[in-house]
């Protein structure tokens, strides 16, 4: 596994996370493309922003990757004990994103 690098701020009021993470493809139907957040950070995460859980345990955020940027959700991964994201085939097309990337993620919680 890829060493994940992240650090956590507070913009403006709204907790950011900046993290360079490796990009997987889902094997299930439909060949979603994820990555999965830092431990560290999803420890902070989680215990800060639980009780903000929507269905599932989500949570609502904005991620910027490169200089496209969307609102999306963290979801648990219990195999994994953190939280992970989805990105969308238009932000893989405009970023030049494929599987195996290694991509820096700014994310800010809702």
């Known amino acids: 596994m890829t060493k994940q690098k992240s650090e956590h701020q ?3 009021s709204k907790p950011t996370y900046k993290m360079k993470v490796k990009v997987w493809l889902y094997e299930g139907i439909g060949g979603w493309h994820f990555v999965t957040i830092p431990i560290n950070q999803s420890k902070i995460i989680r215990a800060l ?5 929507r269905s599932f345990g989500s949570i609502a955020v904005s991620v910027t990757i490169g200089k ?9 991964d219990k195999k994994s004990k953190s ?4 990105i969308k085939a238009e932000v893989r097309m405009k970023e030049n994103i494929s599987m195996g990337d290694t991509i820096v993620a700014k994310i800010v919680i809702l």
């Open 10 to 12: 507070i913009k403006d």
């Open 49 to 53: 922003y639980s009780n903000k859980g």
């Open 83 to 86: 939280f992970l994201f989805a």
């Open 68 to 76: 496209t940027q969307w609102k999306t959700s963290l979801f648990p």
